[in-house]
């Protein structure tokens, strides 16, 4: 499984757009970029997956460059809600189990 | 989207006695995970546990330590055996949304919400 690094942490104010970058310099090609978000007291969720180029759902955009060494998650707009942990990880669909890395603690401010 | 639910959602307990959590899924689901998660930390994978076979555990977790049953395809327990405070935690359960097929998932990958267990 690659390994990813991220920002420990992160601080915005609301109504900003958040960009939280991922590394994975050793992605295989096989392998699927996801994102997660836990909140406090609760168990993480599936936010956004992507193999290359951009995605874009309700929750959030992931932009993955042309080499896909690293991958971005984008939280238009941000609010109280949105702080959180996010969790990066990499994996190929083949895997057997999910590893998780430290994660970022965003945290939003009025 | 599978709906999970643990018990007991917190727990003090005394050092050397044992905590079993159950974890219960509202469909017929393969694969099962058990995590924990230290106050402020990530998730550690303790073990994976299919309908059928044996847990597979992770490096530094035993089968001694934390035994798991899984009896069917929508509930499993995970025990914390001779505990010591060292084992405070939040431990989760996880699953992938499928009955079928071998590979993982993570975008059908649903988390519980934790049993948070206190050791004294």
């Known amino acids: 499984l690659a390994k990813t690094t991220q920002p420990i942490s992160m601080d915005s104010y609301e109504g900003q757009e958040v960009n939280i970058t991922c590394s994975h310099n050793?992605?295989?090609?096989?392998?699927?970029i996801t994102w997660y978000q836990q909140f406090p007291s609760q168990g993480p969720r599936f936010i956004i997956q992507?193999?290359?180029t951009k995605v874009t759902n309700e929750v959030a955009s992931l932009f993955i460059p042309a080499d896909r060494k690293s991958s971005t998650l984008s939280l238009p707009r941000v609010s109280l809600s949105d702080t959180a942990v996010y969790y990066c990880?990499?994996?190929?669909?083949?895997?057997?189990?999910?590893?998780f890395g430290s994660g970022t603690r965003l945290s939003i401010r009025p | 989207s599978a709906v999970i639910s643990q018990k007991p959602s917190r727990d003090i307990c005394q050092r050397g006695t044992s905590l079993t959590i159950q974890c219960q899924v509202d469909?017929?689901?393969?694969?099962m995970f058990w995590y924990r998660q230290q106050p402020g930390q990530s998730l550690t994978l303790i073990a994976t546990?299919?309908?059928?076979?044996?847990?597979?555990?992770e490096s530094g977790f035993v089968i001694d330590k934390f035994p798991i049953s899984r009896p069917n395809l929508t509930f499993s327990t995970l025990t914390v055996s001779n505990m010591s405070p060292e084992d405070s935690s939040i431990y989760l359960c996880?699953?992938?949304?499928?009955?079928?097929?071998?590979?993982?998932?993570?975008?059908?990958?649903?988390f519980g919400p934790g049993t948070r267990l206190l050791v004294l």
């Open positions: 990880l990499v994996a190929t669909r083949s895997a057997s189990k999910i590893i």
């Open positions: 992507g193999y290359k």
């Open positions: 050793n992605i295989a090609t096989n392998d699927y």
């Open positions: 469909s017929q689901v393969t694969m």
């Open positions: 996880s699953v992938e949304d499928r009955t079928s097929g071998s590979n993982l998932r993570l975008e059908t990958q649903y």
């Open positions: 546990a299919n309908q059928g076979s044996e847990a597979t555990y």
